[in-house]
């Protein structure tokens, strides 16, 4: 009998093996150190330790003809990512060849990364791969899911009430400031009795004015319009997807 606990220990050991092995910073296209790789890895086993949510970085020089979400989408699949049958889940893809990036997400991933996580995850990522910065794009997005996966954790999901609260903490302070200073003004008119003279008749002598006026007609005029000229951005963001497998995400060119 206890033999046969020890092979069904050695079989389940076996078998999980491969999802904690499996690589979770793929970066095929050389933009990390190993230091910064190791980094990245390192945090992305603490959170996907613990929050039961797998979280995958993969860079690419190239993905031939294949769009950047079918890319993202078969990589998860295909390469066993994802915890749970319903394979919970993030991958971040960046494609230096094209300046494309993805974000994929499955199983519990959908409903945690909503519309607000999701723009604010890609407005804090994609500041980074414009200004060249794989490794703070990558730290970028791993940071923004232990928020997110943090909420939950607490039985709450990330709004745009989280997204801008430090704008709306500003904007209620400027209220309070104005409404302040228009208070105080009416309460200083109340205050002020005397009464201001609008003629200043009172202070001039009579006879020691004298103002001469002169008039001066415009003959004509010469107006010359030039076009302005508008200038593109390079840079654009696609809309939320939702594949035919039920995976939900974002991507676009940075």
């Known amino acids: 009998m206890k033999v046969k606990y020890f092979w069904l220990l050695i079989i389940i050991l076996f078998i999980s093996v491969p999802v904690f092995a499996r690589e979770r910073v793929v970066d095929n296209a050389g933009l990390l150190s190993a230091e910064e790789k190791t980094y990245l890895t390192e945090l992305a086993d603490h959170i996907a330790s613990a929050y039961n949510f797998d979280l995958v970085i993969v860079t690419e020089r190239n993905i031939s003809d294949v769009s950047p979400e079918d890319f993202a989408d078969e990589f ?13 889940g993030s991958l971040f893809l960046q494609v230096t060849g094209s300046r494309e990036y993805f974000f994929s997400t ?14 604010k995850m890609e407005a804090d990522t994609v500041k980074h791969l414009r200004a060249n910065n794989p490794f703070e794009a990558c730290i970028a997005f791993l940071q923004n899911h232990e928020t997110f996966l943090g909420l939950e954790a607490n039985g709450r999901r990330y709004n745009a009430i989280h997204r801008w609260n430090i704008v709306i903490l500003v904007v209620t302070w400027l209220l309070v400031f104005v409404i302040s200073f228009i208070i105080v003004n009416v309460w200083k008119k109340e205050m002020n009795t005397a009464l201001h003279k609008t003629q200043a008749d009172t202070y001039v002598i009579p006879g020691s004015l004298n103002i001469n006026v002169k008039t001066e007609s415009l003959v004509g005029s010469n107006v010359v319009k030039i076009r302005r000229q508008t200038q593109t951005s390079s840079s654009s963001g696609g ?16």
């Open 239 to 254: 809309g939320i997807r939702t594949s035919s497998s039920g995976k939900r995400g974002k991507g676009g060119r940075y």
């Open 106 to 119: 499955s199983g519990r991933g959908v409903r945690l990364i909503n519309n607000a996580a999701l723009g």
């Open 76 to 88: 998860f699949d295909n390469n066993g990512y994802g915890f749970g049958a319903a394979r919970d």
